[in-house]
């Protein structure tokens, strides 16, 4: 299993799959991670950053998901 495999599946897991159209992209060091989807709350949002934190724990994260 890939990187961004890992870490897709972390955040999809987290947030109980709550996250439309997710998007990771890991950097080819693998020291910063992106974010980006949609969901419905705040609390979702964080769920997910914290997926990708258990993931890549010592990577920069930067968290574009949009909540609507």
């Known amino acids: 299993m890939s990187l961004l495999e890992i870490v897709t599946q972390s955040v999809a897991v987290r947030t109980n799959h709550r996250v439309k159209n997710l ?3 890991i950097a080819t060091s693998g020291d910063r991670v992106v974010l980006r989807g ?3 709350s705040y609390h979702v949002k964080q769920l ?3 997926g990708a934190r258990e993931a890549l724990p010592n ?3 930067e ?3 949009v909540v609507e």
């Open 59 to 61: 990577a920069r994260l």
């Open 23 to 25: 998007e990771v992209e």
């Open 63 to 65: 968290n574009a998901i």
């Open 48 to 50: 997910a950053q914290q």
């Open 38 to 40: 949609q969901v419905n």
